[in-house]
C-alpha cells in the first residue's frame, strides 16, 4: 500500500490534488494534501505524520514537497529517518501522475531516479513556430 504527501506552502497542493482528481478519478485515492499557513508550523504537521507513519509501517509513504530547502521541505526531511518514507522536493503535475501511474511497487533507488528524471522532462520553453508565409492574428 501506498500513501502520497502533497505538501507546500499555502494552496499549492490543494490545487494540484484537484488537478490530479480531475486526470486519473480514484486513483487520487491515495493522495493528500498538506498546506502550511502563516502562523502554523510545519513541524508540527511533521511530528503528527511521524506518529502516522509509525503506527502504519507496511504502507508506502511518498511525500512531495514544493520548494527544496524552504520550511515545509525540511521539516518533511526528518520523516527520512524511516524506512517506509521517501521525499522529493520540486512537486509538480508531471510528478504526481507518473507516481500515480507507472510506479505500482514500492519505489527503489533506481525508480525515484527514474521519477525525478521524468517529472523533469514536462519542463520545457513552449514557443510556437510561425511560417513567414503564414498570417499572424
Known amino acids: ?8 506552502h499555502g494552496d499549492f497542493s490543494k490545487g494540484l490534488l484537484d ?3 480531475m486526470i486519473v478519478g480514484d486513483l487520487a485515492n491515495c493522495v493528500n494534501s498538506y498546506s502550511l499557513y502563516p502562523g502554523q508550523s510545519a ?12 503506527e502504519d509501517k507496511e504502507c508506502e509513504y511518498i511525500i512531495l514537497s ?19 518514507v521517501k521525499l522529493f522536493s520540486g512537486m509538480n ?4 501522475l507518473e507516481l500515480l501511474t ?7 533507488t533506481e525508480d525515484a531516479e527514474q521519477l525525478s528524471k521524468e517529472s523533469r522532462m514536462g519542463i520545457q520553453n513552449v514557443t510556437l513556430q510561425i511560417n513567414e508565409e ?4
Open 43 to 54: 513541524s508540527d504537521f511533521a511530528l503528527e505524520l511521524e506518529k502516522t507513519i509509525v
Open 66 to 84: 514544493d520548494l527544496y530547502g524552504a520550511s515545509v521541505c525540511t521539516a518533511m526531511l526528518r520523516l527520512t529517518k524511516l524506512h517506509n
Open 102 to 108: 507507472r510506479f505500482s511497487d514500492k519505489l527503489t
Open 93 to 96: 503535475l508531471n510528478m504526481v
Open 134 to 137: 503564414e498570417e499572424v492574428f
Open 19 to 21: 488537478s490530479v482528481k
Open 1 to 8: 500500500m501506498r500513501k502520497i504527501i502533497l505538501a507546500s
